[in-house]
């Protein structure tokens, strides 16, 4: 099996079994003549680019830290004190790396008949990837998924000692849209009987606006191809606010990234990593490196993918929200949600 070793549970994990990578049900570009011309006025200026963002996510932007905003703040002063943060140069603290690599031991390998994805956990028992990847119960419920975390490499380059589980949909499965692409899941306890998220962390659902501005950067944990878990946070920015329900953003990402959480640069989810979004022409349709239609039959080398998208936590918590679960079900949800 090549690079294939055998994790805690003694189920084999390797990275060169996912041959067959799950893809976003494709339901249509998302982006249009406004976001893409954000896109490029973005990166055409990053430092600048927050100053054209609508006045209500700057004034969420600016209470989430605290600033001075009150109801008679205009425009100008809004930005005034958003110059505070925005023109700071470009270190962290310490703090940041011990933030990154909580971050990261929540996010897990997905490994599913079709392909592999990626997870996070949002609670102590409960896992949150996309909808394409676990549509629906019985996909959920096939024995042969399993959660791998930790499946990464040691300062040697070898695989580090990873532990595998199993999902446990029947103790908890609900599933977005095809919209809203999210699934949760309830993951098996560990050989201790403890739940995954007492070893691994967890990460909070917070739906505030405002916790990432255009042309600020974003951090994706992910296993992309199925690979040892990857960080990207170099040159990823967000780029277009139009959409509803989705931000875009540029990184790194592959097949295999699907269900990666998305980042701001204090470590707070502010998405749900979706797909990577294609160039399109004057009437809206996707085109290739050659500036011809896209189709089935065009190979991936020619795909012209210009950002990514990801599904906003805000949209996901609403929706989260409205459920109405039997008891068991719901005392598990609650503690993703944030307090009332």
């Known amino acids: 099996m090549g690079n294939a070793r055998v994790a805690a549970d003694g189920i084999e994990v390797s990275s060169l079994d996912l041959i067959d990578p ?14 893409v011309g954000q896109i490029y006025s973005v990166l ?23 600033l001075a905003i009150s109801d008679e703040s205009d425009d100008e002063m809004v930005d005034a004190q958003l110059e505070q943060l925005m023109d700071a140069d470009d270190m962290v603290p310490g703090l940041w790396l011990k933030l990154a690599t909580a ?19 949002v609670s102590d028992d409960l896992l949150m990837t996309n909808w394409h990847v676990f549509k629906t119960l019985e996909s959920a419920q096939d024995p042969r998924v399993r959660i791998v975390f930790r499946f990464e490499e040691n300062e040697n380059g070898q695989i580090r000692s990873s532990v595998s589980l199993r999902a446990d949909a029947g103790r908890f499965f609900i599933t977005g849209n095809r919209e809203l692409d999210f699934a949760l899941v309830a993951v098996a306890p ?4 403890r739940p995954a998220g007492t070893k691994f962390g967890r990460i909070r659902l917070n739906p505030a606006i405002g ?3 255009l042309g600020q950067p974003l951090n994706i944990v992910q296993h992309p191809g199925g690979n040892p878990r990857k960080l990207a946070f170099r040159n ?11 931000l875009i953003y540029q990184t790194d990402t592959m097949p295999g ?21 294609q160039a399109q022409d004057s009437q809206g349709r996707r085109i290739d490196l050659n500036g011809n239609p896209v189709t089935d039959r065009t190979p991936d080398h020619l795909r012209h993918w210009i950002a990514n998208s990801g599904i906003r936590v805000s949209k996901i918590v609403a929706h989260l929200q409205t459920l109405d679960l039997a008891q068991e079900q719901a005392t598990l949800l609650a503690a993703v949600l944030p307090p009332e």
């Open 22 to 35: 799950l893809r976003p049900t494709d339901n249509g570009p998302i982006l249009n003549s406004s976001n």
């Open 103 to 121: 971050a990261a031991d929540t996010v897990a390998l997905i490994k599913t008949p079709a392909g592999p994805a990626t997870g996070f956990l």
């Open 211 to 213: 916790k990432v501005l």
């Open 190 to 193: 560990l050989p201790s009987g």
């Open 236 to 246: 990823n920015l967000l780029v277009s606010v139009d959409d509803p329900t989705r």
């Open 44 to 66: 055409s200026d990053p430092p600048s680019a927050w100053r054209t963002e609508p006045a209500a996510r700057k004034v969420a932007a600016a209470s989430l830290r605290g």
């Open 257 to 277: 990234s699907s269900g990666s959480p998305v980042f701001n640069d204090e470590w707070e989810l502010v998405a749900l990593h979706h797909r990577a979004e």
